[in-house]
């Protein structure tokens, strides 16, 4: 079984705007019933209720029921079988985030929801309840259709009337099929790429740990490892413990006058501290003119670089400079004063030790780092070709991670493209057999 996809030339004006010709335009409540769940009580009274699990909007997710978190009320015999959850049942949110919607997949017996909740149980021969979910999707996030339906005069919400007078297109049931069948796969696809990043960030973090603890040693070997306690915990025996100030300098730069435009624009490189995400910086948000350069405070540094933001909330955040460039002043730049010094290997050590390195900010509302309290750093000195390794090890899993960041987003905007013309009919797809 796979899809077939063609464009649509057969349009006609609806108050959705531009749909196939035969496509309709209904009311929700024409081809669902709605009804809105129950609402919280901190004195209701309990006796000859029954306890059970409730959804509330901070269950709902855009396609997707989040339970980490579930609540519990009571509830009578007759509320139970008017709000009890059936699987497949759709869930649109009255507050809060207004519209947004997920179907109910029965993932706990026995729950309900709560008021701010609405739930739709569709007429299933003609609507299908995970093609509302993603029109639910495109109408309040891509064409902003609830926006005059929901009441933004006090708390924004989303009344059951307003619901069911709702506009929706219906198409044919068959291509409902296709095109929700289409969009749960890419999604499927976008939720599985989301688990390979948590693994591997994951995997980058217990790495870390062991790395900057026994070294360059395979997991099975660490027993063989002879530890000593420092003030930087425990570490391999034959590493030394030095300042930073020790074996390297530091350095920052400086902002060109903002209202002298000649000073942006020109062909050099300018970083700034927000831009540091424990990332490697190939390119920069801005850049400035010699003429900026010179007369400004910014000044270049090398490639291969290690960078820490020092003020704001990037604070503590690094950068590894995979170009020639310049920098701002709230950028501390690391420069090696020894040859044993490898900056990737503090990329991402100073990456691990980042809250001991925040719990020194100084100053009121906003603390920051200063170039005195970053030279003072303890930090390990492994053997160069050690360090090398470790850089590289870490560096291969940075790149796992970049990939498949890189994938997801991609996958991200073919979801929305083929949300845009799925709902809108500029695409149409059909089932076929082969």
Same mark, same amino acid.
């Given at each position: ?6 464009? #649509? ?9 531009p ?24 004195? #209701? ?51 809060g ?19 701010? /909740? ?9 609507? /299908? ?30 009344s ?61 070997e ?12 425990f ?26 435009k ?50 704001g ?27 044993d ?59 796992? /991670? ?7 987003k ?25």
């Open positions: 079984m796979g899809f077939e996809f063609y464009e #649509e030339r057969d349009f006609k004006d609806t108050e959705l705007g749909l196939p010709v035969d496509w309709k335009v209904v009311r929700l409540g024409e081809v669902a019933e709605i009804r809105q769940g129950k609402q919280l009580s901190s004195k #209701e009274d309990t006796e000859g209720k029954i306890k059970m699990p409730f959804l509330r909007t901070s269950n709902v997710f855009w396609n997707k029921i989040d339970l980490k978190i579930i609540s519990f009320m009571y509830f009578t015999e007759e509320e139970i079988s008017k709000l009890k959850l059936k699987n497949g049942d759709v869930l649109i949110c009255e507050g985030d207004v519209g947004r919607t997920a179907v109910w997949e029965g993932q706990i017996e026995n729950c309900s929801y709560q008021n701010h /909740l609405h739930r739709v149980r569709v007429h299933s021969d003609k609507l /299908l309840n995970y093609f509302l979910s993603f029109f639910m999707e495109y109408a309040v996030l891509h064409r902003q259709l609830l926006v005059s339906n929901a009441n933004r005069t006090t708390i924004p919400n989303l059951s009337s307003r619901l069911k007078q709702f506009p929706i297109p219906l198409p044919p049931l068959e291509e409902q099929k296709a095109i929700a069948e289409v969009l749960r796969s890419v999604q499927s696809a976008i939720e599985k790429t989301e688990e390979v990043i948590r693994a591997t960030k994951e995997l980058k973090k217990s790495m870390m740990k062991h790395l900057f603890t026994y070294g360059y040693v395979p997991v099975d660490i027993d063989k490892v002879r530890l000593k306690e420092t003030k930087i915990g570490i391999p025996e034959h590493w030394k413990v030095v300042r930073l100030g020790e074996v390297a300098e530091t350095f920052s730069g400086g902002t060109p006058r903002r209202d002298i000649e000073y942006y624009g020109g062909n050099i490189k300018w970083l700034k501290s927000g831009e540091l995400k424990d990332n490697f910086i190939f390119s920069t948000e801005e850049t400035i003119t010699p003429e900026g350069l010179k007369n400004s405070s910014a000044k270049y540094v090398d490639k291969g670089t290690l960078l820490i933001a020092m003020y909330a990037t604070a503590g955040k690094v950068g590894y400079a995979m170009d020639r460039l310049t920098i701002n002043q709230a950028i501390c730049a690391i420069k090696p004063k020894i040859a010094f490898h900056s990737l290997f503090y990329f991402y050590f100073f990456q691990k030790i980042r809250e001991n390195i925040l719990s020194l900010r100084y100053g009121g509302a906003q603390p920051n780092l200063n170039q005195q309290i970053i030279s003072n750093l303890s930090i390990p000195l492994p053997p160069l070709e050690e360090q090398k390794a470790i850089g590289e090890v870490l560096r291969a899993i940075d790149e796992k /991670l970049q990939k498949e960041e890189e994938y997801k991609a996958l991200q905007n073919l979801f929305k493209s083929l949300l845009h013309h799925l709902m809108s009919g500029k695409i149409r797809v059909r089932r076929t057999t082969n």
